[in-house]
């Protein structure tokens, strides 16, 4: 059997929770949140909360795969996530390199390709040096998108593109009346991949903290109230199955 009609076969097997295949989510974002508040549940440090939420990563991202769903994008630090304590910092820091030590080649067995969305030239040395091998070995690959959203900002990611765009247009490869949608899509970090179908954000908060706002221009939105670290394959799946219900108009109507 091929890794297409395992896929096939364990989707038809779990067709009752996911629903139907055809309407999965081609692109899934994630804004992982709540693992302070689960650490202060569970009196712990907040560090111990991330690494808890470093689980539940391990687990979903599987899931994704096992699925068959071509991009998966998690928010794991933002620009501005650099003001908290330094020591929320450092943790998150070391939780990225033991992440990739303990994972890649999981991944890269799986054909998974990773992208990191953000600017890596701002991390430190180890951090930056991680990522930017675990891109390259998986450079290749074919399978989902796992994308990892560090030291991201969409504004900056934004900017970037338009800085791109003029300096083509600078050089004269580009007019100014040939800048399309597709023209920006093209400078985002995420070019040639699906827009964003679903985004989820857990622990009832609901803001996008600017994460993706292009690539969300189309998404569905589904706010579980769990915490991150307490998010399970079975919520994801309601998640998946909320999705599945939602009529999607795109501005237009259905008949
Ligand atoms: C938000 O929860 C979560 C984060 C800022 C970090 C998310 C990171 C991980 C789950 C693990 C690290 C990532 C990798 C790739 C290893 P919060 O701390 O803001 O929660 P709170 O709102 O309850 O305080």
Same mark, same amino acid.
């Given at each position: 059997m091929n890794v297409k009609q395992v896929r096939d076969l364990w989707k038809l097997k779990n067709a009752e929770k996911i629903g139907d295949p055809a309407k999965l989510p081609r692109h899934v974002a994630i804004i992982m949140d709540g693992n302070g508040r689960w650490a202060r549940q569970h009196k712990l440090s907040v560090s111990r909360g991330?690494?808890?939420g470093? @689980?539940?990563?391990? @687990?979903i991202i599987r899931h994704t795969d096992d699925l068959g769903i071509e991009a998966l994008s998690?928010?794991?630090f933002s620009t501005e996530n650099w003001s908290r304590p330094p020591e929320e910092v450092a943790a998150l820091m070391q939780l990225i390199l033991d992440f990739f030590a303990? @994972?890649?080649d999981e991944l890269d067995e799986k054909n998974v390709r990773i992208l990191i969305l953000g600017d890596k030239s701002a991390l430190p040395e180890k951090q930056r040096e991680t990522l930017i091998e675990a891109e390259r070995r998986t450079a290749g690959n074919t399978g989902l998108h796992l994308n990892i959203a560090v030291n991201y900002g969409s504004r900056a990611e934004l900017a970037k593109a338009a800085r791109e765009i003029a300096e083509e247009v600078l050089a004269g490869r580009l007019k100014p009346e040939e800048i399309s949608e597709e023209t920006v899509s093209e400078h985002l970090y995420t070019a040639g991949q699906p827009e964003v179908d679903l985004m989820i954000r857990t622990s009832g908060e609901l803001r996008l903290s600017n994460f993706m706002l292009y690539q969300n221009a189309y998404a569905e939105f589904v706010f579980p109230k769990v915490l991150w670290?307490?998010?399970t394959v079975e919520e994801y799946d309601r998640c998946l199955k909320e999705f599945e219900g939602r009529g999607r108009r795109y501005g237009g109507r259905t008949e």
């Open positions: 991330h690494r808890q470093t @689980e539940t990563l391990r @687990e998690l928010y794991a303990s @994972e890649i670290p307490d998010f």
